[in-house]
């Protein structure tokens, strides 16, 4: 069996140092990897519109910023195929399909849902779009016949009903279409990158982000405003590291190297940490060296960034090439799905047999 990836991102704003530690970065190694036969990376505007149905220009606008900083953090689009969902009508002709094999009350079992419908406050009034992207996203992964689906950890429950989707589907129909396997970041840290406010998640309708894209100046304002613990008001006070924003980045960013470079009083993280723990480390020392080790990470991304904004013709091209071949894909599944449900009619007359 053919190893193959699909996973992507809603275009609703530029994409942050969560999504990076998150899948971004996975991505790129995946890709580089050779162990993968096709991978597809899905700039996912028709979802992004089940929220934000009144402003597309949010979503337009976004689509372009996604890409850049797709291209900026190393997918190359020789290796991997990156494109527009709503570029791709057949995703929608499966959806709908699989709707017929999902209950309400299973989606709203859904936690993923739950959490986003909440943080979104539509506990009154779900866009069924919204309440239904679980199906549309299990239709995402199954048009590629996707393998392996790398995430961060708050997409678990969706995989796992996409996979239900898929059984479900298989044992109706006949076995056509492929269970996936999520991919989880090796790093405990990026499961879930806090936000800069220590809010527990990052997010860009919450504004508590540090963007792959942003200037050297914003990047070092955002960290020297972080929240740390509360409780360590003075630099000899003993102070708490788990929980501690600044320290969960440092976990998921730092590396030996970092020390030497940038704080060479500690051999590494662990002495850190006993340091702080212990009183005698403020959290400016601490908020200055994450600072170091974020720039000396975001500076080349955000360079390649800037090169490719002076190609923006060449950036069209690659959504537009990348769309034609992830639609012919999905048309080849979508005509198996068709076959296993016996609808496709006209094929060979199979209307009069």
Known sequence: MKQIILTGDRPTGRLHVGHYVGSLKERVRLQ??????EIYIM????????????????VRDNIIQVALDYLSCGLDPEK????????????????????NL?????????????????????????????????????????????TTVPVGEDQMPMIEQCREIVHKFNSVYGETL????????????????????????MSKSLGNCIYLSDEPEDIRKKIMSMFTDPNHLRVEDPGKVEGNPVFIYLDAFCRPEHFAEFLPDYNNLDELKDHYRRGGLGDVKVKKFLN???QSELAPIRERRKEWEQR?????????????????????????????MKIDYFENGTLTK
Not at 179 to 196: D, H, K, S, T, V
């Open 32 to 37: 580089n990897s050779g162990k993968f036969d």
């Open 102 to 146: 999902v209950t309400v009350s299973r989606l709203q079992r859904n936690p993923t849902v739950k959490s986003e419908i909440q943080m979104r406050n539509f506990e009154a009034s779900i866009p069924v779009g919204f309440f239904c992207y679980p199906i549309s996203q299990a239709a995402d992964i199954t048009a590629f016949k996707a």
């Open 178 to 201: 492929v269970e996936p396997q999520i991919l989880l970041p090796q790093n405990q840290a990026c499961l879930r990158l806090p936000g800069i406010d220590g809010k527990a998640k």
């Open 80 to 99: 991997s195929t990156i494109f527009i969902q709503s570029m791709v009508p057949q995703l929608t002709e499966l959806s709908f399909y699989y709707m």
């Open 292 to 294: 170091n080790v974020i």
């Open 43 to 58: 700039i996912a505007d028709a979802q992004a519109l089940t929220d934000n149905a009144e402003h597309p220009e949010k």
């Open 312 to 340: 923006l013709p060449d950036v069209y091209d690659i959504l537009a090439e990348g769309s034609k071949r992830a639609e012919a894909t999905a048309a080849k599944t979508l005509a198996d799905v068709r076959h296993s």
